[in-house]
């Protein structure tokens, strides 16, 4: 395996994980919006919103931990809540108060404890998110390494997942120096980065935007995101692009206006040339799928379905997509305009933020010159080079009306079957608009039965994952499958009763409870597939003793085992 690949696989677990915390940003920002006195007005509502904003560190922390964590269980939020709060605590108290930070004029010394509780908290505000981010990152690990843990019978309590906050509380008081001690050294690298970034002007914001775009593909965006949107800069306390446009940084915005032109003008005229594109007699079947995709991206700037349409069939024209959004963002920047979004840059961000922003009618011209940059550019590379767009290609004329026909039973039925069926289903995830699956064996994975399904692209991550792009309902996709999957297993009343050793090797058997505890094995190639009548979680450590990372349970309950 490469370098590349062993790099990859170890970061996109964690910009999947970081899509939770995020997911709250809208609401915070509706709040913090209508609370504001040229809307409702109400003081209550805008507070709220703040509350969010003001603790994205522990968010952060609970939300990493949990998306990290298998099952996604809550214990590995409530220890990545237990680490931030010893690791900010703990950072708090070693740290060192620079002198001039409090007047020396002022000699009382209640008033200088405030003074200095005061200068701590602003300061460890600025790396509030980096430091959840790390408690969340360790919790995660700390309850996949420990949520079966047996401890002696004395201390069998604290076994188990009881144990995962105890040890990231030690992870936390570990971490703390590392803030604390260290805070002067990370603040100064902060700083040294947001000069750079603001030094490099037109050239950093274009690159900016070009490799968000890039990164798409591998889902590794959101990391580049989290350090411009929550790290860079400061104002007032608040860090980040996102933070200082909501806190009312006129210089903020800089890292988001960008998307603006190209989500909600030009992708759409994207829609549209794909659509004019296609034959006549399959454009009212190419219709459905492309508006939907178009409006989705207007309306809410979620862009992905319409970027798999044409990412691997004209990967030229999705490098021209990239280069336009860096372009994009470089000109909203010189002419001034600074928009901001809480979820997206789509119009219902655009209109609830119009007050906030600076010089926000501009976007209207900028968006007509997109929207005919990218219709004349993609009608023409189409036409040109016989790309094969939905609705051109004749393999994919089922999924150009393709949806979720059927009840959600049904629908989970079809992608379980598509993907190889239930057994072949290691892990079943999912981000904002992709799942994110483990196979067993990818290549039962039928990309045209995918399709047919509403499935725009299909991407290969590692030796075993799968990305499926589906849209912005790829949670309850994900979580219609996991339902699925239980169910079927369950209704399994009576497994039939397997012959003993000459199947299931006796030193496997016996880690797993013994013969009688086994109601159903096979061997599928280089794998075992134990289906047990009941699992206990003392079975964890041999398991863990002998398959390392090797052996996995899913949702379903049975017990997968890789073999060397």
């Known amino acids: ?70 099952e996604n269980h809550g214990s590995a939020g409530l220890a990545g809540a237990v680490a931030y709060l010893v690791l900010t605590e703990g950072a708090r108290a070693l740290m060192a108060v620079p002198p001039g930070a409090v007047p020396a004029a002022i ?20 790396l509030s998110v980096p430091a959840g981010i790390i408690a969340g990152l360790g919790a995660g690990y700390l309850y996949n390494r420990f949520h079966a843990i047996r401890l002696p019978e004395y201390l069998a309590f604290f076994g188990g997942r009881r144990f995962v906050p105890i040890a990231a509380g030690l992870f936390g008081l570990l971490a703390a120096p590392f803030f604390g001690l260290g805070f002067p050294l990370m603040e100064s690298a902060i700083d040294h980065l947001s000069q750079w970034v603001i030094g490099a002007g037109s050239v950093g914001l274009f690159l900016y935007g070009v490799l968000n775009r890039l990164l798409i593909v591998t889902g590794l965006h959101h990391i580049l995101n989290n350090l411009a949107w929550f790290v860079l800069g400061d104002f007032h306390g608040a860090s980040g692009d996102l933070n200082r446009f909501f806190a009312g940084d006129p210089a903020a915005g800089a890292f988001m206006s960008g998307f603006f032109p190209v989500m909600m003008f030009g992708l759409p005229a994207a829609c549209l040339a794909m659509y004019r594109a296609a034959p006549r007699e399959r454009r009212p079947a190419v219709l459905g799928m492309m508006s939907s995709m178009a409006l989705t991206s207007f309306l809410t700037g979620v862009t992905e379905p319409i970027e798999f349409s044409f990412m691997f069939v004209a990967p030229l024209l999705y490098a021209l997509h990239a280069v336009l959004t860096g372009v994009s963002m470089v000109v909203m920047d010189l002419i001034g305009a600074k928009l901001g979004f809480g979820f997206s840059a789509g119009l219902f961000d655009y209109l609830l933020n119009f007050r906030l ?24 590379a ?65 990309p045209h039965r995918l399709a047919a399904l509403g499935s725009k692209g299909m991407i290969a991550v ?42 299931l090797p006796s030193d496997i058997a016996a880690i797993l409870g013994g013969m009688a505890n086994i109601a159903s094995a096979r061997r599928m190639d280089r794998r075992w597939v134990v289906t047990l009548r009941d699992w206990q979680d003392r079975y964890a450590a041999p398991l863990n003793a002998n398959w390392s990372n090797r052996w996995t349970r899913t949702a379903a309950g049975a017990v997968h085992l890789i073999l060397d």
Not at 470 to 491: F, K, Y
């Open 1 to 70: 395996m490469s370098v590349r690949t062993v790099v990859q696989n170890r970061l996109q677990p964690i910009g999947r994980a970081l899509m939770l915390p995020i997911a709250v940003l809208p609401v915070a920002a509706l709040l913090l919006r209508f609370g504001q006195p040229d809307l409702l007005g109400l003081a209550f509502v805008a507070s709220a919103g703040s509350a969010i904003f003001a603790n994205l560190g522990l968010l952060f922390a609970i939300g990493v931990g949990v998306g990290l964590s298998k």
């Open 357 to 380: 922003s600076t010089r926000p009618l501009l976007l209207l011209p900028i968006g007509a010159v997109y929207f005919g940059i990218y219709y004349a550019s993609f009608s023409f």
């Open 382 to 446: 189409i036409r040109r080079f016989g790309i094969m767009t939905p609705g051109r290609d004749p393999a994919e004329v089922a999924a150009a009306d393709a949806g979720d026909e059927g009840p959600p039973a049904d629908r989970a039925e079809a992608f379980v079957a598509a993907l190889g069926g239930r057994a072949n289903l290691l892990g079943i995830e999912a981000c904002t608009t992709r799942l994110r699956l483990t196979l067993a064996d990818r290549a039962l994975a039928d």
């Open 462 to 503: 590692g030796d075993r994952g799968v990305q499926v792009v589906v849209g912005p309902e790829a949670d309850l996709i994900a979580s219609q499958m996991r339902a699925h999957c239980d169910g079927a297993s369950r209704a399994v009343a009576q497994p039939p009763k397997m012959a003993p050793s000459e199947t």
């Open 107 to 126: 000699a009382d010394p209640a008033i200088r404890d405030t003074l200095t509780a005061a200068w701590k908290s602003k300061e460890l505000a600025k």
